[in-house]
């Protein structure tokens, strides 16, 4: 019954996406992967770990991302072998051999012989791992690792994975073994580059995270329970196909809204407050990265729909920007001169150019417009993490096709953040002339955050079919609330 009802569920999500059914990456893009990363070495062996199976089987497993990248294999206690030596190149997949017990609990797995099959790698014991490596270390092949690590992980001090062990074990056993740093960052260049068939995963993310966003639109209420509307979000999510929220869905009310990644998501909402949502999806791995801001009441008051058209408008100044070969600083600059300029003109802000007495790096003058702007408006490449590498990180510092990103500007003002600064003329001057406005906007939090795409010669939004023009919103949350799960309606 179970499979038949996820046939449904799927059959229903292919009608609503029609290019859902298709959603996959070919074999031979994995295999054109791998001899990608080999042509940037001279000769050498490549050992990449995958991910164990969790302990408790939770959280779920999730394919660590570099791994995923260059095998598509989704399975835990895995590892790839690559070998370059003359110009001959070669793959290898090491797998635990089939455990028919194991797998009444957790479902058929792929053994060695089938690796071929499955993943169009050949397939090798996992117990003979090592003894295949230090004879290819025995030979003076110098050893490539890719970190059994998150990109978002700090790889320099991990000591505690499989793959640090592994390495530490072969450096005691083979004290002249020659590690070569850099096969992180190279598979990392690798990635930022994003295939047809990877930009199509992330459209179709975005159009399942955009269908969440709409039901949580309609859904929002005063009285609602943070908790229910990440209900709402998930439940469609997985309804129409998507295999997992891309992170931990985030849906911050009032003083909740000031925190970038709050994700307790157990607070009532109450009238007058504004709410931020980022949530998505991943399909095929690969995941969105979507943010609205919505008025609980439906409808903003009209400080709130000043600072929300102004962090619209430095998103629409930011977009205007991007273009292959365009400098993200320039677009980033953008979107930073619109949100100074509007800060300037409600009194948040002395001047679009005044700065404060601060710390450290600003010990000569900090830009008072970042007491409101806490992160950066250009947000990050997305792909099999949802902070995934992007191209224009490295320099020149370009948009370039195949870059899939966030532009996700935010204005948050919370006046607590005077409370930290240096005790200075300068400050207690600017302190004494802004403070009562920022009382006026407490817990005024606004983030913008859309996904898109450049190609040679389009720059397209995947995440358009979510409203994000303040009439838009209001109208779409006047719209009757969708079912939710266990009946009535959100806050009943």
Known sequence: MRAFRSTLLWAAAAL???????AQIAPAEYAARRDSLLARIDSGVVVAFGAVEPVTHWPPFEQLPSFEYLTGFHEPDAALLLVKRGGVRSARLFLKPRNRGMERYVG??????????????????????RGAVDSLAAAGLPLYVVSDVHTGDNAEEDSLTRGASFVRALRRDRPGLAVVQGADEMVGHLRARKSPAEADLLRRAAEISAAGHRDAMRAMAPGCNEGEIQAVLEGAFRRLGGERPGYGSIVGSGPNALALHYDRNDRTMRAGELVVIDAATALGHYSADVTRTLPVTGRFTPDQRTVYQLVLDAQAAYVRQIRPGGAEQVASDSGQAVVAAGLARLGLIESPDATFDGTGRCAQGCPQVYLYTWHGFGGHGIGLEVHDPAQYYDDPDQ???????TVEPGIYVDPSILDGLPDTPRNRAMIARIRPVMQRYLNVGVRIEDNYLVTAGSVELLSKDVPRDPDAVEALMAEPSPPLPGGGQCGS
């Open 108 to 129: 058929p797995r792929t053994g060695p012989d089938e690796s071929q099959a499955r993943t169009g790698i050949p397939g090798r014991a996992l117990a003979g791992l």
């Open 399 to 405: 948009f370039q096709p195949g870059d899939v990103f």
């Open 16 to 22: 609503a996406f029609p290019a859902l059914a298709a």
